[in-house]
């Protein structure tokens, strides 16, 4: 059966990338009736140091930002990773499975750690080993993400082969990455080769779901592109980063392609089409941004719903956990 997980890490603001490439489409498979377990992965967010009151809260207001897009705490598992405990048992165990070799061929660590890999944590370097126990766990078969993250749950269904290879089982399935729709990238305001993400140092390059309506129009006014109007056909976005991150933003946001956004676009400056973002932005995000301060209003209502979460998502794991740890030979005797 069809069991759908993915996460979110409470890192900071969740920006329009979160909400296009992971969010909105959370919200559009709970509501296809598929089984869907989602997760504030705070045991992620601490692999850079995160200060223990700002994590807190972010947890909370990304708990707001997945109910105000649409994630339904009665009909979808909504929980924070650090209250099931089967995360980091099962994480640690297939630390013994992976490969040192695997995690050094993944982008994000490359990105990140950059040329200071040896000051980096070890959660870092580990992560996504952690990632394929966040799914792994539940037996989830499918993960919705953004481009970005395809590579490690391609390592995670590598894991699972292993794991079953290794100890002669057909126990974990290997889940697939759900890659869907015109906004499964979205790349800087600042700079058309880097992705938006909630932790670039300069917040002019991203929409927070947070952002009032000044806010959103500045930012894409101030969005860099080049001072060509847009082209008639998609081929005319060919070496235009900037311009096509800025369709593909709207046409994700307007439900359209982005060949029907050029279609009514296309011959026209950025004069007339960043306004038009930027109200089509504002109109789609105020709601959300005014249902998560209402949510925030009451943190213990959140935390009430993360932990009842957190129990069903336990509910879940528990076995999984305990079969993976008899499969592997620990001796189980409470
Ligand atoms: N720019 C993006 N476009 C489309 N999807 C995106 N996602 C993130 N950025 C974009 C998707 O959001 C989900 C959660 O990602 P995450 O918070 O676990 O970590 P991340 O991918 O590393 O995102 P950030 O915003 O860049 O976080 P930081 O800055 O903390 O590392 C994933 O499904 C991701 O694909």
């Not at 490359?110 to 870092?124: I, P, R, T, V, Y």
């Amino acid at each position: 059966t069809p069991r759908i997980f993915s996460g979110i890490q409470p890192s900071g603001n969740l920006t329009l990338g979160n909400y296009l490439g992971a969010l909105r489409r959370f919200a559009q498979k709970q509501d296809e009736g598929i089984e869907t377990i989602y997760c504030l992965v705070d045991l992620h967010a601490i692999t850079v140091w995160q200060d223990p009151e700002a994590l807190k809260k972010q947890t909370r207001e990304a708990a707001a930002a997945f109910i105000a897009s649409g994630i339904d705490p009665e009909r979808s598992i909504l929980f924070n990773q650090s209250q099931v405990s089967a995360h980091a048992e099962l994480g640690w165990l297939l630390n013994c499975v992976a490969r040192m070799g695997w995690m050094n061929r993944m982008t994000q660590w490359k990105d990140k750690a950059g040329k200071n890999a040896e000051k980096q944590s070890l959660g870092l370097f580990a992560y996504p080993s952690l990632m394929a126990a966040d799914i792994l766990v539940y037996h989830a078969t499918m993960v919705p993400v953004g481009e970005d993250q395809k590579q490690h749950v391609e390592l995670t269904r590598d894991i699972a082969a292993k794991f079953n290879h290794d100890y002669g089982v057909e126990f974990f399935p290997a889940p697939l990455p759900l890659i869907e729709g015109a906004a499964t990238r979205v790349m800087s305001l600042r700079d058309g080769s880097k992705k938006m993400s909630k932790s670039d140092p300069s917040d002019a390059s991203r929409i927070n779901l947070t952002d009032d309506a000044d806010t959103i129009a500045k930012k894409f006014r101030k969005a860099v592109t080049d001072p060509e109007p847009l082209p008639e056909s998609l081929e005319g976005l060919e070496g235009r980063a900037e311009a096509r991150n800025l369709v593909n933003i709207y046409a994700a946001l307007a439900d359209m392609t982005p060949a029907e956004v050029l279609g009514q676009y296309g011959g026209q400056g950025f004069g007339t089409f960043k306004p038009a973002l930027a109200d089509l932005a504002v109109s789609k995000l105020e709601p959300i941004s005014t249902e998560m301060s209402r949510l925030m209003n009451d943190p213990a209502e959140i935390d009430r719903i993360l932990g009842a979460g957190a129990a069903k998502a336990d509910a879940i794991a528990q076995p999984i956990l305990a079969q993976t740890l008899e499969i592997m030979g620990m001796v189980r005797s409470r």
